[in-house]
């Protein structure tokens, strides 16, 4: 067993006694949002995952992690994930495939990616706070949550952009990776949970934005090393851009621009008091299957 499938357990084992159930879905407040307060994801930016279980979609993060969302699509295109097993699925944790050999040794035959654990935000990258903890703000970027510096610290940089993560929420999609930062490759993982300590440590390239109840009735593990004997599978994983017409679904998901989602925040706000968490906020989300 290589490293590779023992990070993230490892992160596991040293902070389960702290963590906490991800919240209920926030409701949406009626009447429902008018259309043009939805935002429809680009059909490149969509990744279908059809499983055994059901279908799960992805909505894909280029801003923040370009080199990782650039090998899942190609990974895709190729159909390298057909057919894989959920090879580590551990509950309150998350769910990881991707490995060809179904044991979480294996990987694509293309190299090692760099770490793309933090990003730079400019002005031009469409942010949407929702705290302001003391010397940062946390909101969205599209479906992503994400901590960053204040935008006043703009004219400061030679760059004239902050410093940004993405953070662990349910649904969020990261890489696994070995021991060494730059060595993610084609596994990756789904959120079923919170876990705010993998938080800078693992490449965040997208968001489960429909499935997530897929994602947390995949098989999981008994045992401490969180492998499954007779785990679920991928059937097939696609970027929406790459499937015919008639094969392809869309989703549509609340603009966090939107007089609703700030309705939505407030609601949160109001029921956690000062537990309140981005993690507490469900963007609320329209599906079109496939014709």
Not at 36 to 60: M, S, Y
Not at 101 to 120: A, H, I, M, N, V
Request: net charge negative.
């Amino acid at each position: 067993m290589t490293i590779r499938t023992l990070m993230i357990a490892t992160a596991m084992l040293t902070t389960t006694a702290g963590a906490a159930p991800a919240q209920d879905a926030t409701a949406v407040p009626t009447p429902p949002p008018p259309p043009a307060e939805w935002r429809t994801i680009a059909p490149e930016n969509l990744l279908v995952i059809d499983t055994n279980k059901g279908q799960v979609l992805v909505e894909l993060a280029p801003q923040i992690a370009p080199a990782h969302v650039e090998r899942i699509r190609l990974l895709a295109s190729r159909g390298f994930f057909d057919n894989l097993v959920w090879h580590r699925v551990i509950d309150w944790f998350m769910a990881q495939t991707g490995d060809p050999l179904g044991t979480g040794e294996g990987q694509s035959w293309y190299p090692d990616l760099k770490d793309e654990f933090t990003f730079r935000r400019g002005a031009d990258m469409a942010f949407t706070p929702v705290a302001a903890p003391v010397g940062a703000l946390v909101g969205f970027i599209d479906s992503i949550p994400v901590q960053t510096q204040p935008d006043a610290l703009m004219s400061g940089t030679g760059d004239h952009k902050v410093h940004g993560w993405a953070l662990y929420c349910p649904g969020v999609a990261g890489m696994a990776r070995d021991e060494g930062n730059d060595t993610a490759n084609s596994q990756f993982f789904l959120m079923r949970q919170a876990y705010p300590a993998l938080d800078k440590r693992y490449t965040v390239w997208g968001r489960v934005v429909s499935g997530l109840d897929v994602v947390r009735s995949l098989k999981a593990s008994g045992t401490p090393d969180g492998l499954v004997q007779g785990p679920d599978q991928m059937t097939r994983v696609r970027v929406a851009s790459d499937l015919p017409a008639a094969e392809r679904p869309t989703a549509a998901v609340l603009n966090t621009n939107s007089a609703t989602f700030q309705t939505l925040v407030q609601q949160a706000r109001q029921a956690r008091g000062a537990d309140f968490s981005v993690c507490d906020i469900e963007l609320p989300v329209r599906i079109t299957p496939a014709s």
